[in-house]
């Protein structure tokens, strides 16, 4: 997408009047956060920042975004963005290049429109930015565009996944009603276990389908009803947060995808860390064995979520090396409320008002977590811990990744089961997880239809989409990735 602007009379960056020599608060950051340097040429005639200049501005009474080089107070079109302003919020502040491009993916129009608003250019960045696209996400953009246009379809089309989630929410229902009514020998202990391992995959399932689609802005057109969909089935239903998810799945994962040091999904330092996920970490005599452990760890996955919430997303404002804005007291208050009222179903009502026997409930709850962490947690690292995928590197002194965007979203993703409507259903269509890191607005239900364009098109480009035939391949492929990085302080990336 083009940001349309008047062409300026470009300058060397080292020998024109703008130049400046970075400073050592600039090279160090703010609290110790690094700062990279922008390579490309300043513009004349307009104001410089640092990225911690533009951080400051992350209010509704303020708020500026840069994308490229170029920074924007878009402070005005919060009320007026068709996206409703919580997303801008979540975005004050930031390099917002990539977010930008990847949430518009099929017009220009937003480009065309954002040049008004241009305040000044960036010298350096918090994090390092990715090439210039060549032409392949600009061909696949336009080339998916038109599979829509061309058959009328909504990309955004959200009656697959209400219809969907009203029979995951029944299941939901009954199978927790065989926790309560099931209790005091009404019903064999397997039979109500059973209940807690089906309602375990059916929280989880719902997370995967219409709560990931909303935090995407992916199901319907209205922003509101992103808002009050995403809320419910993530906050309300599951004891969760989507303001805690936006900032580490949205602007984390989706951008710096397997990025060590800055993907909230792996570890944030090359020591310390309970996993050895790629060759960017230090190896210790303990991670022999992590194969073994993590594979037991994953099931508190969901309890881990729930806890971070308030102590990362609240208290400390921060999401791995992800900046969380101020959320303000209304949306504090009400993910308070939200975990209040999660309890309040999940337990109080449980336990004081249909007077459950207590242990057994619990126990058999706890079970049910641990369904929903190993489902959940096995989805998510199949598609990113692997042999087969990249783990780019943060330390970049030129200010750049070495990829472009695009291409560095498909080398860090592996897909699977391609054509399997039943693998399609079970992981949310996390199986076509380049399509979806390429195209996170989109639906899900649509990424089987659009799998063969996005395939072509990076075939034409020389992009390789990895790619394993089924669930279990790539269930094998990760815990080989554990295993061999666990197993000797010197392991190769490709086998």
């Known amino acids: 997408m083009t940001v349309v602007e008047p062409a300026p009379k470009i300058i060397n960056r080292r020998n024109g009047p703008l130049a400046t020599q970075k400073t050592s608060s600039e090279a160090s950051g703010s609290n110790g956060r690094s700062s990279f340097p922008v390579t490309t040429p300043r513009l004349p005639d307009l104001p410089e920042y640092t990225w911690q200049e533009v951080a400051r501005h992350n209010t509704p009474a303020s708020c500026w975004v840069y994308i490229g080089t170029k920074v924007y107070d878009i402070t005005p079109w919060l009320d007026r963005h068709p996206g409703g302003r919580q997303v801008l919020l979540l975005a004050a502040g930031r390099d917002c290049t990539d977010l930008f491009i990847s949430y518009h993916p099929f017009t220009e129009l937003p480009g065309k429109m954002l040049a008004k608003f241009c305040v000044g250019q960036v010298r350096t960045t918090e994090f390092p930015q990715f090439q210039p696209d060549s032409g392949f996400y600009a061909e696949v953009r336009a080339q998916v565009g038109a599979f829509f246009r061309d058959r009328k379809m909504d990309p955004k089309d959200p009656i697959p996944g209400f219809q969907r989630l009203a029979v995951m929410l029944l299941c939901a229902a009954l ?96 020591t310390g860390d309970i ?40 208290v400390d404002k921060t999401n791995g090396k992800i900046r969380v804005n101020d959320l303000g007291w209304r949306e504090t208050a009400t993910q308070l409320l939200s975990k209040a009222f999660w309890a309040w179903w999940r337990w109080y009502l449980p336990l004081v008002y249909f007077h459950v026997e207590p242990v057994s409930f619990v126990a058999l709850s706890l079970l049910a977590e641990c369904i929903t962490g190993y489902y959940l ?64 607005s989109v639906s899900q239900y649509h990424y089987p239809a659009i799998a063969p364009t996005v395939y072509r098109v990076a075939e034409k480009h020389g992009v390789k989409i990895n790619y394993v035939a089924s669930f279990t391949e790539a269930f094998r492929m990760h815990i080989k990735q554990l295993y061999t990085l666990g197993v000797n302080e010197e392991t190769f990336h490709h086998y």
């Open 275 to 314: 996993r050895r996920v790629c060759l960017h970490q230090r190896w210790s005599p303990v991670y022999r064995f992590q194969y073994v452990y993590l594979s037991i760890l994953y099931g508190l996955l969901a309890l881990k979520f729930r806890l971070q919430d308030i102590t990362d997303t609240v």
């Open 377 to 440: 947690a096995f989805n998510f690292q199949v598609s990113h811990v692997s042999p087969l995928v990249d783990f780019p590197d943060k330390e970049q002194p030129d200010g750049r990744f070495p990829l472009e965007w695009a291409h560095s979203q498909v080398a860090t993703t592996l897909d699977y089961g391609y054509g399997s409507p039943v693998t399609a259903f079970m992981t949310g269509a996390l199986n076509y997880q380049s399509i979806h890191h390429l195209f996170p």
């Open 175 to 270: 199978s927790f009603a065989l926790l309560i009514y099931g209790d005091k020998g009404a019903l064999p202990w397997y039979v109500r276990a059973a209940g807690a391992v089906v309602f375990g995959f059916f929280q989880a399932i719902v997370l995967l389908h219409v709560m990931h689609d909303a935090s995407h802005t992916a199901i319907g057109s209205a922003a509101k009803g992103w808002q009050w969909i995403g809320k419910f089935c993530m906050d309300w239903f599951a004891g969760a947060s989507l303001n805690s998810w936006h900032n580490q799945h949205i602007l984390g994962h989706h951008v710096y995808t397997n990025v060590m040091g800055i993907d909230p999904d792996l570890p944030v330092a090359a």
